[in-house]
């Protein structure tokens, strides 16, 4: 327990129950507050931070202090001064979404109610201007009635605020990036929407989509997209399949994600947008990235004990080790804590001449899927074989 708490109450208000979990940079409390007399979970930062991550301690308070949805974690009290900053947040009876893919896959219908919930929270959030940046299984909490709850904004960046990372360095989960970040294009809301479309789809098939190391998962989806059942529900196969484009364009938001989820038919316009067919990057570009991963190299941190066999959690890398400021309460003090593998891929800085680029092609020829920059609309209108 922190020496702030070992002779009373935190903050003069909150009597420590118990630890739910412990991270890098952080632990989890249950703890009871005596003024309300209701239970909660207070996250308690380590003393001796350095600059960076008393920022996304504060950008983290900031950023949920300001939202208020049914969807989301809320945050009841914080606190900066002192050798010990926390934050108070909602205590969310139940277990991860993690935990509930080890019993098995969902079925459609669950599937559709708990990926409404999780798009309109999203909706919500974006509305503000907000990017989550780590949308996975063990971020987003069930309770007791199975209602969704989006947790761990440590990662989150308003649009246009200054940047908490150096340049040119990416934060998320290896196995939830989309392409543009790999790439280390710029990016936005349509991030959280396809690090969504794969949740939905890890719910829906019991697996995690792109497997293997954390270079291995990051690049593998530069030339293979999702693959998406066959067997599904139409409106499921095309909303899962456009949620997950290689195109940030061609995705749909967060908000028409919702409305198909809850009624397929209640956006005509996209359930019958013609899917264009699905082209592999080439192995040329496939190499480069590759090369620019490991050269600039990739650190994964492991905030808690390794996750038990059948765990939707990223695997363990042979990559260096180093503490971040990401983690999550648990949400009940029964439950094990959330494995989190945040991944930093820093993208080889320098100007793109560096990398050899194979020779200049007639416009009309560009992929919209590729690596670099968009594809004329056209390519649009082309039907999806899958």
Known sequence: MPASAHDGLLAERYDLVEPLGSGGMAEVWRARDTRLHRDVAVKLFRAGSDLADGLRFDNEVRTLAAL??????????????????????????GRTLRDRITDGPLTPDELRRLGAELAEALAYVHARGVVHRDIKPSNVLLDRDGNAHLADFGLARLLGATRLTRTGQLVGTAAYLAPEQVRGDDFGHPVDVYALGLVLLECL??????????????????????DVPDELPADLRRL??????????????????????RDPQANPTLAAAPVRERRPITPFVAAAVVTALCAAGVAT?????PAEPGESAP???????????????????AAQPPVTHTVFVPVQAGPKADVQQPAPQKPAAKDDDGPGEDKPDKEKDKPDKG
């Open 68 to 93: 208020s949805h049914p969807g989301l974690v809320q945050v009841h009290d914080a606190g900066t001064g002192g050798d010990t900053p926390f934050v108070v947040l909602q205590l969310v009876e």
């Open 301 to 305: 941190a492991f905030l808690s004990p």
């Open 315 to 333: 695997p363990t890398s042979t990559a260096p080790v180093v503490p971040v400021t990401s983690s999550e309460p648990p949400p009940t003090a």
């Open 205 to 226: 098939t019991g697996r995690r989509e792109y497997e293997g190391s954390e270079i291995e998962a990051a690049v593998a989806r530069l030339h293979r997209q999702p």
């Open 240 to 261: 899962l399949t456009l949620m997950t484009s290689l195109s940030p364009r061609r995705r749909p938001s967060a908000a028409d994600c919702a409305r198909m989820l």
